[in-house]
Nanobody, 123 residues
């Protein structure tokens, strides 16, 4: 079993930065792709970024490219989402997720989810 715990959300002004963290418990951290998703009330959960800890390949939704950076610390079983130049439209609950094997952009292909952390960007 894998458990994920996010932290690092909060309130920030537009243009500011936040770093989200995701603690991954369980074995074989590098065997699991990690994704970050976000959701606002009344809308579907959407893909933000993903990474393969083994190899480090990264993937982003277009609207966050150049502003967000996904990374992992494989020694600590941790994932991160560094968010810079935040905009009001980035406000959402952010979730980290894990799936065994390859990266996916699809919510229903991830097996493990954290509880979510709120990010609010004031304009």
């Amino acid at each position: 079993q894998v458990q994920l715990v996010e932290s690092g959300g909060g309130l920030v002004q537009a243009g500011g930065s936040l770093r989200l963290s995701c603690a991954h418990s369980g074995r074989s951290f590098i065997s699991y792709a990690m994704g970050w998703f976000r959701q606002v009330p009344g809308k579907e959960r959407e893909f933000v970024a993903a990474i393969r800890p083994s190899g480090g390949s990264t993937y982003y939704r277009n609207s966050v490219k150049g502003r967000f950076t996904i990374s992992t610390d494989n020694a600590k079983n941790m994932g991160y989402l560094q968010m810079n130049s935040l905009k009001a439209e980035d406000s959402a609950v952010y979730y980290c997720a894990a799936r065994y094997g390859m990266v996916s952009y699809l919510v229903n292909e991830y097996d493990y989810w954290g509880q979510g952390t709120q990010v609010t960007v004031s304009s």
